[in-house]
């Protein structure tokens, strides 16, 4: 089981980096086709305007696919800010329910963003809800990326608090190894 869902978290990373990419080329090709326009203008003082429609509302789609789709990596590999001035002077005990604690209400505050982004795609796939661009996205596409990403990360504190009840490490940048020592 554990394969399986470090599997799925570095899955959801991969895809959010290749969204990152994906922004990187469509940014890159719009500069090229700027930079040819204006090779072209000055030289035969007409330009053809090379241009990819919606460009800014893809890369913006893209963007928000990537940062969702990361998140639960993140979280695993130990990227996200974790403020641990208060924690670190505490007992083992006191950190280990301050960790519970958090997990569970990070856990529950994404089944509550989760179901919403849910909803939110859903009224947009019944109503045909289309980007205002010039290329018409519909939006639940977009908003697809968000649920996945945010279902994998749900998924991923609930993963952590599960491990944490049962004694072992948080996972943040240690893979769920056990701790050497009892946290009770």
Not at 12 to 38: H, M
Not at 115 to 124: D, V, W
Request: charged letters at 15%; aromatic letters at 14%; a negative charge.
């Amino acid at each position: 089981m554990r394969n399986l869902l470090n599997g799925l978290y570095r899955a959801s990373g991969v895809l959010g980096g290749s969204f990152l990419v994906l922004i990187c080329a469509i940014v890159i090709l719009q500069v090229v086709g700027n930079l040819i326009d204006r090779i072209l203008f000055w030289t035969t003082g007409e330009p053809i305007g090379i241009i990819i429609p919606s460009y800014s509302d893809f890369a913006g789609f893209f963007l928000a696919a990537s940062t969702f789709l990361a998140l639960a990596y993140t979280y695993r590999e130990g990227g996200h800010i974790r403020v641990k001035l208060l924690v670190q002077r505490t007992s083992r005990r006191t950190r280990w329910i301050f960790e519970l604690w958090c997990l569970g209400f990070a856990g529950l505050f994404m089944v509550y963003f989760t179901y919403y982004a849910i909803r939110l795609m859903m009224e947009s796939l019944e109503y045909y809800d289309l980007s205002p661009g010039i290329v018409p996205v519909p939006l639940w596409i977009p908003q697809a990326a968000m649920v996945l990403g945010l279902a994998v990360f749900t998924i991923a504190l609930w993963d952590d608090f599960i491990c944490t009840a049962a004694g072992w490490s948080p996972s943040t940048g240690n893979d769920g190894e056990e701790t050497a020592e009892d946290p009770l």
